[in-house]
């Protein structure tokens, strides 16, 4: 089937001509700073970087949901055929056919998966992309996206929509039109009317947005009070969502977290196109080999330096809304440190086992209590051993405020951020991470943690 599909690429290729593609990503407005980017340089045919981009392989995270929660049907492949650079400076994601009338596609996410505002600054997640060049009957079920999703979502994929996704691009069956939108709270309903989410669109200026390239920006400002959520396609604000319009405990779960992670990736049917089209896609006319193509991708800061309002004023400590990592404490019983190749790099805190402990002082709440307690770690326990994370106050023998079980994870180097609830906590407290098993073997690593409202 692969073979197949990638012939078909080749002479889709041939019949169609390249668009052009920028030299470089531009560079940063007057103020702003580049944090990150990517413009897809490279030999035609290779793979996107793999030190920037994981491959999102199959119908669905592994233990997520089916057909990554959206019912769309193409299987996401790493294969060239579906996605590659191609030489003059674009990636290339294509879906493809073969003759049983099975789709692939492709879906790529950044690494990195911390992109939030500077505290009191802005952050601006940029794409110069040309949607798929197809439309009407042909393009049903054809459904581009450029959009970020929380990172606690890693490892857990059922706390969708609480941990927050931004569409900075979304289009569906070659309509002429781009949509912005927010997913947050609860679904179905709450805050954000889900599973709609709070959006908007418009056609692109100028060209359709399937026939030429043009730029969609996402801003994430917290330099204003009430914070602002804004969307624009080549520097035309279309959509924004000010702080004022959700619940706090809302605002405060999606922006509170360690950050962001960035997709780019082109479905085939599913939940949007469907109610797009009133009916269900792809359809018999829909034609494969149309690219999504992606000029560059880029994340900018600026400001900054300031309080986060969303974040008490640190104690001695720090507060317990950055990244705590774990091997900075300042009392342990048990444990190890050691190298991770985990994004971000730095140490970690592992082999712990059935009474291991760890402290860290001083640790600020603030005032508003945080609910939320989250944990990157990774396991490569034995068949059935497992074993609990548990959050502690101020003694490691104090009933516990919240707590996780973890197992196997796929490796001592295979991480996963995990959530977990805890009891209302205000104030600055020296925090104990204590590990409870019903075995004497070690059960998992830790890297950082970190608490949210």
Known sequence: MLAAGAAAAAVLALAQPIAPAVASVPPPDSGWTQVWADDFTGSAGSLPSSSNWIFDIGHGYPGGPANWGTGEIAYHTDNPANVSVDGSG???ITP???GNGNWTSARIETRR????PPAGGVLRIEGRVQMPNVTGNSALGYWPAFWALGSPYRGNYWNWPGIGEFDIMENVNGINSVWAVLHCGV???GPCNENNGLGASRACPGSSCQSAFHTYRFEWDQSV???QLRWYVDGQQFHSISQSQLPADTWNQMTTHAGYF???NLAIGGAFPDGVAGRATPVAETVP????????????????GGTDPEEPPPGDGGSA????QAENFQQQSGLQTGGTTDAGGGSYVGWAANGDWARYDDIDFGSTPARQFQARVASGAGGGVSGLVEVRLDSRTAAPIGSFAVGNTGGWESWRTVPANIAATTGVHDVYLTFTSGQPADFVNVNWFTFAR
Request: charged share 25%; aromatic share 10%.
């Open 90 to 92: 674009n990636l290339r």
């Open 96 to 98: 493809l056919r073969d």
């Open 113 to 116: 998966g911390d992109f939030r």
């Open 187 to 189: 679904a179905p309903g």
């Open 225 to 227: 009070s009430p914070n």
């Open 262 to 264: 960035i997709l780019l």
């Open 289 to 304: 080999g149309r690219p999504m193509l992606v000029d560059y991708v880029a994340v900018w800061s600026r400001g900054g």
């Open 321 to 324: 809304y950055d990244r705590l």
